[in-house]
Nanobody
Framework: QVQLVESGGGLVQAGGSLRLSCAAS????????MGWFRQAPGKEREFVAF????????AYADSVKGRFTISRDNAKNTVYLQMNSLKPEDTAIYYCARSGRNYATVNRNDYNYWGQGTQVTVSS
C-alpha cells in the first residue's frame, strides 16, 4: 500500500515562495516516477511537474516553467516542489501522485496513487 502526504501549503503574497513536500510510504518510491498536479476551483486537475525515479529527468507545465522546481530525495522517500515568484493564478490545491507507468508522464490518468492535497493561496 502506498500513501502520499503533502505538506507546505499556505497563504503567500504574489512574488513569494513556498516549498511543498510529499512524503511517501512503501518500498517502491525510489523506483517510481512522481508528479505534482493542481486543481483550482471550477477547473480540471492539471499537470504541474514530474520527475523520474532517479531525478535525472524532469518536466514542467509552460505556466510554471522557470519558477517551479521539482526534486526528490529517495533516502527520505520525499518529493519536493519549490515554487518561486508565485502568482495569484497559482492558487489551487496541489497534489502529488505516483506514476503507475515505468516512466514519468503528464497524463493524470497514468498516476495510480494520490495524496490528499495541500492548499496554496497567492494573494495579489
Amino acid at each position: 500500500q502506498v500513501q502520499l502526504v503533502e505538506s507546505g501549503g499556505g497563504l503567500v503574497q504574489a512574488g513569494g515562495s513556498l516549498r511543498l513536500s510529499c512524503a511517501a510510504s512503501g518500498r517502491t518510491f525510489s523506483s517510481s516516477a512522481m508528479g505534482w498536479f493542481r486543481q483550482a476551483p471550477g477547473k480540471e486537475r492539471e499537470f504541474v511537474a514530474f520527475i523520474d525515479w532517479s531525478g535525472g529527468s524532469t518536466a514542467y507545465a509552460d505556466s510554471v516553467k522557470g519558477r517551479f522546481t521539482i526534486s526528490r530525495d529517495n533516502a527520505k522517500n520525499t518529493v519536493y516542489l519549490q515554487m518561486n515568484s508565485l502568482k495569484p493564478e497559482d492558487t489551487a490545491i496541489y497534489y502529488c501522485a505516483r506514476s503507475g507507468r515505468n516512466y514519468a508522464t503528464v497524463n493524470r490518468n497514468d498516476y495510480n496513487y494520490w495524496g490528499q492535497g495541500t492548499q496554496v493561496t497567492v494573494s495579489s
